[in-house]
């Protein structure tokens, strides 16, 4: 592909040479001569004279000593995410079901819908257009998948579920097993029944070995546009908004709801029927306590949650502690030595 021809299919404008022939994109520091970078940051532009990349996808406002050649974008690594799908375009499956599926009975399929070596799929399921069900793959009874949609190998789906257009779920993700419900009686442990469902919204992504489990009654429900890392258990009941991501190895207990445009990072844990309301965002590793709310557009971290100033202020407390005690020991000291003087 030439210069000019990304340029065009990005709806931007280059200067430079147009006709230079790009086989790739690659990383600002080792990016070749027919390869396209991006400079993201402040300290992407500081690096980009330096770098061999044939080309650079830049902001409008970015300049150089070096006359070089540039496509210029309002977000260059938008412009780069959708320059990589141009190079690496996602390898099409020939529609059609293998010979070792096994596919139930009033099973209703769109076009252009491909179904992989030993998969699974329930009675009464709906796969929509251009959906693809990978190898291993299990569906269960009256699952509805919509068009578009990507499951790849080892998926497991069981019964009741919807799952919107375009979604996509990775290896391992298990969608609608039972939710963690149990009742003491006699001293033992009883099941609660778990006979929710699960929906999820459309252009949702799940990550490898992610659980979304059913509702005990009603719905667990993951909104439009969010997207999961690995390891990422949502239980029960609970209610993720739109366009929320959430990093690996975090845990919703039972009953949670996450607002719009929520940013969790990884190894958070939530406790049962806490709210985080839209925009607020959870650093790494924080723990959020049973009924907390996170107000919208808050900063918290730590355990158990709180502001981020306020966490880094007791961080720093802490990091004084030893010399508090070393000057407490030594007033001690002064103090019986006048004790003993009187």
């Known amino acids: 592909m030439r210069v000019r021809e990304l340029a065009e299919w990005l709806g931007a404008t280059f200067e430079g040479d147009g006709e230079k022939e790009l086989t790739g994109v ?17 300290k992407a532009a500081e690096q980009a004279d330096s770098s061999a990349a044939g080309c650079l996808l830049v902001p409008h406002d970015w300049s150089s000593a070096i006359h070089r050649t540039v496509i210029r974008v309002p977000e260059p690594r938008t412009a780069f995410a959708r320059a990589m799908s141009r190079f690496y375009p996602t390898a099409e499956l020939d529609p059609g079901v293998h010979p070792t599926a096994v596919i139930g009975r009033d099973v209703e399929m769109g076009a252009l819908v491909y179904v992989g070596p030993h998969a699974v799929v329930g009675d009464g399921t709906r796969i929509g257009v251009a959906s693809s069900i990978g190898a291993g793959c299990v569906v269960g ?10 499951l790849h190998a080892n998926v497991t ?25 149990y ?15 699960v929906e999820i919204g459309d252009f949702v992504e799940i990550g490898a070995n992610s659980c979304v489990d059913r509702a005990a009654l009603g719905v667990t429900s993951i909104g439009e546009g969010t997207k999961l890392d690995n390891m990422v258990h949502v239980g029960h009941n609970c209610r993720i908004g739109r366009h929320v991501v959430v990093a690996a190895q975090t845990g919703f207990s039972g009953g949670v709801v996450v607002e719009d445009y929520a940013v969790i990072g990884g190894q958070v844990g939530i406790g049962d029927k806490a709210r985080i309301e839209s925009r607020a965002v959870l650093g790494s590793g924080c723990g959020v306590l049973t009924s907390k709310i996170v107000r919208s557009g808050e900063t918290v971290w730590g355990t158990p949650a709180r502001p981020l100033r306020q966490h ?7 990091a004084r502690l030893p010399e508090t005690r070393r000057e407490l020991t030594e007033l001690k000291r002064r103090l019986a030595e006048l004790e003993d003087k009187i």
């Open 157 to 181: 789906v069981y019964d009741n579920v919807d799952i919107g257009r375009s979604a996509i779920l990775h290896s391992g993700a298990v969608i609608g097993a039972d939710g963690f419900g």
């Open 26 to 42: 690659a990383p600002l520091d080792t990016a070749g001569a027919g390869e396209v970078a991006f400079v993201g940051g402040r």
């Open 141 to 150: 009874k009256r699952v509805a998948i919509g068009e578009g949609c990507v």
């Open 312 to 318: 880094l202020e007791q961080l720093a407390n802490l």
């Open 183 to 197: 009742v003491m009686e006699h001293e033992r442990w009883h099941k609660f029944p778990q006979v929710g469902r």
